[in-house]
């Protein structure tokens, strides 16, 4: 234990999955709550549009990983090749994306954050399908504007839909794994480091059961500090019954 | 709630947008056609010099071991599917229809079951495999995700099973009938939706499993899809147009139930999110 808190690479770890987490928290939600409020509406090809948000959560993240991987690559990436096309700069000019240290671990996260907008709209769009419209048509009447309806009607009454998000974003982003594991293993010199990927690289690469496990008893520590809250809620809510 | 129309330009605007999101896909797609000399020659945003439309696939396939992959995917994913089903249903029809002392708290523990990260029981559930022999088989593989899924299943399946009008099942009772003759004749047929929705979730859920195929497993020979296509790496280093090509063949049965079967999927989501 008193090893793990001066370890600088888990440290890392610990910051890379709290950045993600942030990510999460803000970016797949509010693109999800926006997705899910066009999708809301009527137009001609709404499925297939709908499926092509869903599409990236039936994909393996491990697949994912490896689309996006070669996507980035500095020199025959998709990425590099557009802007070398589009600007004219030299490819070696370019961001080397995964190659940097600075860039490494936002790659990743924006290819988790490619699979989680479609989930998170799953569920906002259950949600608005079951909001009661009345509330709303008396919002309209008043002579509520679209905005004001939105900020004042819809968002209000789709709050345990946000809890809910919320608190998935939080268990997807401390359990992040596999996109890491497969694209970067933490490099470079643990750039991209996250908490579950270390502590299968201690147990089973450095076979340090006892430090590995250390680092799972903190892990649990972190999620049960945001979890918690959300199940005395939801305790209560059960025991009314 | 009402919907309404969009307006054109709206739903031009969406297109795009829709369209972009889709580049990954595509760009794998491209990929995989094409072959790793002329990308690094050419660059990406070239017209391929030459084609390989089925070539890398087929490559992937057989030299890649894909196929062995795919079927040992199955061979994980169809007992698990049944196994969680089977136990699931059972335990959330006595959580959902008889009054116990401590049912409440064993419910509490099915639902933290789903949201614990499941990286934490990686050592002990390793160390647990080689204890009773289960090491490198598929038998601990399979175990590991019905009991880890059992939480979820149960937790979906209790929820939906207290919807069901009582009177139902104390006519049963009244006609006679035993209270496992109710799970399995009444109860079991009024879940099927629910069993529906949960199995293509899981279905997709194990399939795409990667952690435990690795911790578990020594013999890559029993790979399921995830592991193999990462393993494809140590035979084709960086022939990215093989690695994605053998990668694209992996999604094939999720992207396959998914395309069928997107209600019961979406639903499953739906469901377990706490409703």
């Not at chain 2, 002990?124 to 593989?141: E, K």
Request: proline content about 5%; glycine content about 6%; hydrophobic content about 55%.
């Amino acid at each position: 234990m008193a090893r793990l808190f001066s370890d600088n690479m888990f440290k890392n770890a610990f910051l890379n999955n709290l950045k993600w987490l942030a990510f999460f928290l803000l970016v797949p939600t509010v693109m999800g709550l926006a997705m899910a409020m066009i999708f809301n509406n009527k137009f001609p090809g709404n499925r297939v549009f709908k499926m092509a948000f869903f599409a990236p959560l039936v994909i393996s993240p491990v697949v994912v990983a490896k689309i996006w991987e070669a996507m980035y690559r500095p020199d025959t990436g998709l990425i590099n090749s557009v802007l070398n096309t589009i600007t004219g700069i030299p490819i070696k000019d370019l961001p080397g994306w995964m190659a940097d240290p600075n860039l490494v671990l936002w790659c990743i996260i924006v290819a988790a954050a490619w699979r989680q907008v479609g989930y998170v709209m799953i569920l906002y769009l259950a949600g608005l399908k079951s909001l009661d419209s009345t509330l709303l048509e008396a919002a309209t009447v008043d002579g509520a504007n679209r905005w004001q309806q939105f900020w004042n009607v819809i968002f209000p009454l789709l709050g345990p839909v946000t809890v809910v998000v919320l608190v998935i974003s939080v268990i997807d982003s401390l359990r992040a794994f596999e996109l890491v594991a497969i694209t970067t293993n933490g490099q470079p010199g643990g750039a991209s480091q996250v908490i579950a990927n270390y502590m299968y690289i201690e147990a089973f690469n450095n076979y340090n059961m006892g430090y590995a496990s250390a680092t799972a008893v903190v892990l649990l520590g972190i999620m049960l500090v945001f979890i918690i809250p959300y199940l005395i809620r939801t305790a209560r809510t059960e025991l009314e019954y | 709630m009402r919907r309404r129309q969009i307006s054109p330009l709206m739903l031009i605007g969406l297109t795009i947008f829709t369209l972009l999101w889709l580049v990954p896909i595509f760009s794998a797609l491209y990929t995989a056609v094409r072959t790793q000399g002329d990308l690094t020659a050419n660059g990406f945003f070239s017209l391929p010099r030459e084609l390989k439309l089925t070539e890398n696939f087929m490559t992937a396939w057989s030299t890649g071991k894909i196929n062995v992959y795919l079927k040992n995917s199955f061979i994980i994913t169809v007992p698990a599917l049944i196994g969680m089903l089977g136990l699931s249903s059972l335990a959330a029809f006595a959580l959902a229809r008889y009054k116990f002392r401590g049912n409440l708290l064993i419910y509490f523990m099915f639902v933290v079951g789903t949201m614990l990260p499941y990286q934490i029981l990686m050592i002990p559930v390793f160390y647990l495999t080689q204890q009773v022999g289960l090491y490198d088989q598929y038998g601990a593989v399979i175990a590991i995700h019905v009991a880890f899924q059992l939480g979820f299943c149960t937790f979906v399946l209790r929820n939906f099973m207290r919807t069901v009008p009582g009177e139902i099942l104390e006519a049963a009772r009244m006609d006679g009938a035993g209270e496992f003759r109710l799970y399995y004749q009444i109860m079991m047929p009024l879940s099927l939706p629910a069993l529906a929705a949960l199995g293509t979730l899981e279905f997709t859920w194990i399939f795409n499993d990667y952690l435990w195929a690795i911790v578990l497993f020594k013999d890559a020979n029993k790979y399921p899809a995830t592991a193999g296509v990462n393993a494809l790496k140590g035979q084709f280093i960086t022939d990215w147009p093989i690695l994605i090509a053998g990668s694209l063949i992996a999604t094939i049965p999720t992207v396959f139930v998914f395309t069928f079967l997107q209600r019961y999927f979406i639903q499953g989501l739906t469901l377990g999110s706490g409703k």
